[in-house]
């Protein structure tokens, strides 16, 4: 059984394939492409979801969709902001996106993108974008221009701090004019390359980038690239960029007020959650048919069930059932072929959750003395009611107040029924202890 499965290979031009659309998100997808068609005035989307919830393999499928083999082609840009956050500014980075649309076109062309680009570097070399969209606003000069401006030259004698705000405050209207002179060049640039839809730029891994990074890329977006004719898409998380905020600015911000500066629409990547058509449940059973790589009988069906509840409860996202997959995998290849007990299932199952999600109660477990309503109320994985029969997680329950009960708590549970030794092997052993060490020494001995 492999340990881990590979990043799926989405080809180029695929879409949403019937083998790569694992949840079914083509039609949120068209409805997206709509979307974008729609914003002649050029906005700014977040797409949020939580991490490993698959933003980055739906974006690879969905720029295959309004690909130049579409009906009605959107032409795509694509900028991993995580990839690259090592550079101080994100202008460059950003413009070099937009500057590979007109590597194929004349000298004449590439030569006027430069000088536009160039126009708005030189004034962020210079430190005066800050004033420069001040000035857009009308307000050149302020208390905070005069801050900033000493706190730069902070190292620096104090009768050269007049000199380099006298060039601060000389470059402000050239800086303006640049700015303004390169969002109307994109324009241009957008009409001229969108062949009637917006050129939509997608943004990815913007939530992973360095604070200072991301913010800055945020308010660069908004302040120079965002024009009609072309659309950002940021692909995040939002719990995690508004922490980024709070990095940044101080826990007394109203991040969520921030972010609403900058991002015009937020939608949300679609997650099915119900008892029948469960995400979570889909992708266990679809990461153990690629560990088993389709060779192999599984004869320990009753823990696939007990994961895919635990990911349906606990709304695991697909890094988290992988891990823990990985850990499943790992017992299941040290242990001999065949079917392990029921109790064994539902303890490995359990504790492989609690290893990637909970690590340390698995810790206090092994230390022992520990009681199963303070693992229970710890895990918050709770009993539920499907038609007329409790979920799996009942027997956890039941297995988890065996295990660690003493004499007459086990004689009384194995006489109401509660545990049957054909499931549970030896009732001398504890199975949480002992399934335990098999995770932490990766040995069955």
């Known amino acids: 059984m492999k340990i881990y499965i590979p990043e799926p290979v989405i080809e180029e031009n695929e879409g949403f394939s019937e083998k790569a659309d694992i949840f079914q998100r083509k039609q949120f997808g068209e409805r997206l492409a709509d979307l974008v068609r729609s914003c002649q005035d050029g906005i700014v989307i977040a797409l949020d979801a939580q991490w490993g919830e698959g933003k980055s393999t739906f974006i690879k499928m969905w720029r295959g969709h309004i690909g130049p083999n579409a009906e009605n082609p959107i032409k ?27 590597t194929d076109e004349g000298d004449e062309k590439k030569k006027e993108f430069k000088d536009k680009a160039k126009g708005v570097a030189k004034s962020l070399a210079r430190g005066a974008i800050k004033i420069a969209v001040r000035t857009i606003s009308g307000g050149i000069v302020d208390g905070s221009v005069i801050d900033s401006a000493e706190k730069d030259v902070s190292d620096l004698f104090a009768d050269q701090v007049d000199s380099i705000i006298a060039d601060k405050l000389e470059n402000a209207k050239k800086d303006k004019l640049a700015i303004e002179s390169f969002r109307g060049y994109l324009e241009k640039f957008a009409d001229d390359h969108g062949n009637g839809s917006p050129i939509v730029f997608i943004i990815d891994e913007l939530d992973r980038c360095r604070p200072d990074f991301a913010l800055d890329l945020l308010e660069q977006i908004k302040h120079l690239f965002s024009v ?69 009988i599984y004869h320990n069906d009753d823990a696939k069930y007990l994961l895919a509840e635990f990911s349906r409860q606990k709304r695991l996202s697909c890094r988290e059932i992988e891990r823990i997959l990985s850990y499943f995998a790992l017992v299941q290849n040290m242990s001999e072929p065949g079917r392990f007990y029921y109790a064994y299932q539902v303890v490995l199952a359990f504790l492989c959750y609690l290893k990637v999600s909970k690590p340390r109660l698995i810790e206090k477990i092994m230390k022992g003395d520990i009681e199963s309503k303070y693992i229970l109320d710890e895990a918050e994985l709770y009993p539920e009611r499907e038609g007329n029969v409790y ?53 069955r001995e």
């Open 76 to 102: 795509s840009l694509y900028f991993d902001a995580f990839a690259n956050d090592y550079q101080k500014d994100p202008f460059l980075a950003l413009a070099g996106e937009l500057y590979d649309l007109v």
């Open 228 to 296: 009609k004719g072309i659309v950002f898409l940021l692909v995040l998380n939002r719990d995690a960029l508004e922490e980024i905020i709070k990095v940044r600015y101080g826990s007394g911000i109203s991040a969520s007020q921030y972010l609403q500066k900058f991002i015009n629409l937020w939608l949300t990547l679609p997650r099915k959650s119900d008892p029948y058509q469960d995400q979570g449940k889909k992708y266990v059973d679809y990461v153990m048919q690629q560990m088993l790589g389709g060779m192999e």
């Open 391 to 443: 979920s799996s997680i009942k027997s956890l329950h039941c297995i988890i107040k065996f295990d660690l009960g003493g004499e007459d708590v086990r004689k009384k549970m194995l006489e109401d029924g509660e545990i049957r030794y054909e499931e549970y092997g030896r009732v001398s052993v504890s199975i949480l202890k002992t399934v335990s060490n098999w995770l932490s020494t990766i040995s």
